[in-house]
């Protein structure tokens, strides 16, 4: 079992950044690929970012590249989300999730709640 807890959501103006950070608990926290999803208003959640459980590979979006950073630090079992640039099509709730791969939602096993992010224009 795992448990993810995200936080650092908010509301941030155009062009600003947040780090959205996820809180793993649980005997295999550290050994677990994580990743980000996002929803937004009416629409389907989708793949952001992804990094391996050593850190070592990641995946981003096209959306999302060049402005987003997914890393990890295991020693505190934590997984951020670094977001610049943000536009106002970056307003979703954003979820970690983990023991998985790839960008399909069906790959992971575990969810957060979830951290509510608007832009602002």
């Known amino acids: 079992q795992v448990q993810l807890v995200e936080s650092g959501g908010g509301l941030v103006q155009a062009g600003g950044s947040l780090r959205l950070s996820c809180a793993a608990s649980?005997?295999?926290?550290?050994?677990?690929?994580m990743g980000w999803f996002r929803q937004a208003p009416g629409k389907g959640r989708e793949f952001v970012a992804a990094v391996k459980w050593n850190g070592d590979q990641t995946l981003l979006a096209d959306s999302v590249k060049g402005r987003f950073t997914i890393s990890r630090d295991n020693a505190k079992n934590l997984v951020y989300l670094q977001m610049n640039s943000l536009k106002p099509g970056d307003t979703a709730v954003y979820y970690c999730?983990?023991?998985?791969?790839?960008?399909?939602?069906?790959?992971?096993?575990?969810w957060g709640q979830g951290a509510q992010v608007t832009v602002s224009s």
């Open positions: 999730a983990a023991r998985g791969w790839g960008t399909a939602m069906a790959e992971y096993a575990y």
């Open positions: 649980g005997r295999t926290a550290v050994s677990s690929n």
